[in-house]
T-cell receptor
Framework: DADVTQTPRNRITKTGKRIMLECSQT?????MYWYRQDPGLGLRLIYY???????NKGEISDGYSVSRQAQAKFSLSLESAIPNQTALYFC?????????????FGPGTRLTVL | GQSLEQPSEVTAVEGAIVQINCTYQ??????LSWYQQHDGGAPTFLSY????GLEETGRFSSFLSRSDSYGYLLLQELQMKDSASYFC??????????FGTGTRLLVSP
C-alpha cells in the first residue's frame, strides 16, 4: 500500500467552483505539506502543518486554505478556483526529527481549471 | 527573496559522469537536499547535506559549500533510468523547503 495517497488524481473544474484535494498518510509523520508544481517553476510551498493544531502559510497561500483533520489527513481547498491555479499538486510528509530531513511525496493531483 | 539556480537541461551518455550544480540565495539555510522526479511521477529524495563536504550514496554523491552558497549532485555510471528531472532544495528552517526550478537530465545510449 502507498504510504502517502492523494485523491483525486485528476480533476477538471470550472472557474468559480470550490474544490478540495485530499491527502492521507500511513507513515505516522507529524508534518505535512502541500506544494504546487508548474512547468519551469519547480515546486512551491502552499501550506504546511506540524501537527493537528498547527497550520502555517507557505510562499503562495493566497487563494488556498487547508484543514488538518487528523494526524494522517491534510486537505487543500480552493474556495473559488481560477485558471491560473491549474497545476500539479503534491502532498508530502516528514518526520519531526530525522537526519536527512527527507520529505515523502504523494503521487500528485493534476488540476485543470477551465 | 529566495532563489535557487540550476541548469535547465543536461545531456550525457550511458556510463558517463554528470554534475548538476545549484547555487542558492535564501533567507535561512539549514541544509541542501536533492530530489529526483521522473516524468509523471512524484519527487523522491536522493540526498541531504547539512555540513560542508561530500556525501556519497551509491552512484550518487552530493557536495555542499556553505561559504559559496553552492552545491552539486554528481551522478556516476549513468544509466538510462537516470533520465529524469533533478531538483535542489534548501531547508530554510523547520524542514520548509524552497526548491530550484529543476534540471532535466537526458541520458542517451
Amino acid at each position: 500500500d502507498a504510504d502517502v495517497t492523494q485523491t483525486p488524481r485528476n480533476r477538471i473544474t470550472k472557474t468559480g467552483k470550490r474544490i478540495m484535494l485530499e491527502c492521507s498518510q500511513t507513515k505516522g509523520h507529524d508534518r505535512m505539506y502541500w506544494y504546487r508544481q508548474d512547468p519551469g517553476l519547480g515546486l512551491r510551498l502552499i501550506y504546511y502543518s506540524f501537527d493537528v493544531k498547527d497550520i502555517n502559510k507557505g510562499e503562495i497561500s493566497d487563494g488556498y486554505s487547508v484543514s488538518r483533520q487528523a494526524q494522517a489527513k491534510f486537505s487543500l481547498s480552493l474556495e473559488s478556483a481560477i485558471p491560473n491555479q491549474t497545476a500539479l499538486y503534491f502532498c508530502a510528509t516528514s518526520a519531526a526529527v530525522g537526519t536527512y530531513n527527507e520529505q515523502f511525496f504523494g503521487p500528485g493531483t493534476r488540476l485543470t481549471v477551465l | 527573496g529566495q532563489s535557487l539556480e540550476q541548469p535547465s537541461e543536461v545531456t550525457a551518455v550511458e556510463g558517463a559522469i554528470v554534475q548538476i550544480n545549484c547555487t542558492y540565495q535564501t533567507s535561512g539555510f539549514y541544509g541542501l537536499s536533492w530530489y529526483q522526479q521522473h516524468d509523471g511521477g512524484a519527487p523522491t529524495f536522493l540526498s541531504y547535506n547539512a555540513l560542508d563536504g561530500l556525501e556519497e550514496t551509491g552512484r550518487f554523491s552530493s557536495f555542499l559549500s556553505r561559504s559559496d552558497s553552492y552545491g552539486y549532485l554528481l551522478l556516476q555510471e549513468l544509466q538510462m533510468k537516470d533520465s529524469a528531472s533533478y531538483f535542489c532544495a534548501v531547508n530554510t528552517g523547520f524542514q520548509k523547503l524552497v526548491f530550484g526550478t529543476g534540471t532535466r537530465l537526458l541520458v542517451s545510449p
